[in-house]
């Protein structure tokens, strides 16, 4: 940029019929410069602004921000990168404060600025659980009103884990706690829990004997936060905030639970890439992590019982834990009861183009009862426990073609009256 001196002068050794290159040199600056001044193109005292790169997606942030005012701007960003955005993110966030994309909330605005206090967690000494209740989950989820989430995570890195799970109860608990711990690669010395109906008697604290079992198992100590005291398990309290408005916030409608704890499971490694100081050395989650002196978990998980409550579609088939499992035929509409061990591994499910589930899908499949709680009809209970209806399976898990289709080996059938007395019994 000329200043307005330079200016006068380069018009003026012009008239006197100085080449451009002369006056280039004589002024200190380019050529190209000197032209763009002498050309009217540019004017002393403004710089040449450069097209900002924010203005096309200016109405995308605004549109976003007003339907979730409380969107991360981080997640906001990689949506922007993913539609061509070629800026960084602390330009992406300058330009959202400069163009005032978000809108004014007066809550936040009010608790920001509170006194924090920094807790030393020594390595591999403590995991913080929760539950997070995630409202409006997707219709094909099955689970109501409030998916249940457990995360945990690492005091002293911060890596955490989370796992979906349909309900809080015990066994739920159990084996989400199983899976978080198989994917942070092993346990602290010590859990820390809320007041949890599951872990304590709420009013005191006091460990109930059912988890007591489970810490024993594992091999770990328990501590229950002190009532009123949130910030006590603050790592796993911000791990919440992440997966709520960088997971939850953008599910779409329709996904499946299993694309959504692949979504979530994404996220948390994903996580482990963020930066840390320790003693003035930078390192990340990740790296932290890595050296925490875990203890190993057992090779199996906690022996607990899954019982879920299930809808026959009308193909037949019951989904229960990614799989699907066929029934006998007049059963479609009866609400059926899942039960199923936590000690055993479940693989994903893969349903044939028949509408039932391949010999694949159901070989590796743990065993599984299905307990009628409605009552049925004389004709449906004739036709469900008459065993020629149903496919046979050897001793190596192979099937042979029945005219009920497929069922999973060592499957167990109890069908109840309406007043839940069993009337027959049928394994395959």
């Known amino acids: 940029m000329l200043s307005w001196e ?4 380069a018009h003026a050794l012009r ?10 040199r004589h002024l200190g600056h380019d050529r190209k410069t000197i032209r763009a001044y002498l050309n009217g193109e540019r004017v002393s005292g403004y710089r040449r602004q450069s097209p900002d790169a924010f203005m096309p997606f200016l109405e995308y942030c605004r549109q976003r921000l007003s339907d979730d005012p409380h969107l991360w701007a981080s997640t906001l960003f990689e949506e922007v990168v993913e539609l061509g955005y070629a800026g960084g993110y602390s330009t992406f966030t300058r330009a959202l404060r400069r163009y005032q994309a978000r809108p004014h909330c007066e809550p936040c605005r009010a608790s920001s ?14 995991i913080q659980f929760d539950w997070v209740e995630l409202p409006d989950p997707p219709e094909e989820w099955g689970v109501g009103a409030h998916a249940h989430l457990l995360v945990g995570a690492l005091s002293h890195s911060g890596r955490w884990r989370a ?3 349909e309900a809080e109860t015990f ?7 199983d899976s978080v711990l198989r994917r942070l690669g092993g346990t602290a010395r010590r859990w820390r829990f809320d007041r949890m109906s599951t872990v304590c008697h709420p009013p005191t604290g006091r460990l109930l004997p059912t988890f007591a079992a489970v810490a024993k198992y594992y091999g770990t100590g328990v501590d229950i936060c002190p009532p009123r005291r949130g910030n006590r398990k603050g790592v796993v309290e911000k791990a919440n905030h992440s997966a709520a408005q960088r997971w939850w916030r953008t599910v779409p409608d329709g996904i499946s639970i299993e694309a959504g704890q692949n979504g ?13 100081k320790i003693d003035g050395a930078s390192t990340t989650v990740g790296a932290l992590a890595a050296s925490e002196p875990l203890l190993e ?8 019982e899954l019982e879920q409550t299930r809808t026959v579609s009308p193909q037949g088939l019951v989904s229960f834990a990614g799989n699907y499992y066929s029934v006998p035929p007049g059963l479609t509409g009866a609400q059926v009861m899942a039960r199923s061990p936590t000690t055993r591994s479940m693989s994903s499910g893969v349903t044939s183009h028949a509408g039932r589930p391949s010999a694949a899908s159901v070989r590796s499949s743990r065993p599984m009862s299905l307990s009628m709680v409605t009552g049925l009809k004389p004709r449906a ?6 065993a020629s209806t149903h496919a046979l399976w050897n001793c190596h898990g192979s099937v042979t073609s029945g005219s009920c289709g497929t069922a999973p080996p060592a499957m167990t059938w109890s069908l109840a009256s309406a007043t839940g007395t069993p009337s027959s019994h049928l394994n395959d």
């Open 113 to 126: 600025g509170r006194d924090v206090a920094i807790i030393a967690h020594p390595p591999g000494e403590e």
């Open 6 to 9: 330079e200016d006068v002068d």
């Open 264 to 276: 979530i499971d994404k996220l948390a490694v994903q996580m482990d890439s963020r930066k840390r």
């Open 381 to 386: 209970r004739h036709e469900a426990t008459n």
């Open 15 to 24: 008239r006197q019929g100085w080449s451009i290159s002369a006056i280039a």
């Open 163 to 165: 796992v979906l799970a």
């Open 171 to 177: 066994p739920h608990l159990v084996q989400a706690l």
């Open 297 to 304: 978990l057992p090779t199996r998980p906690f022996p607990a």
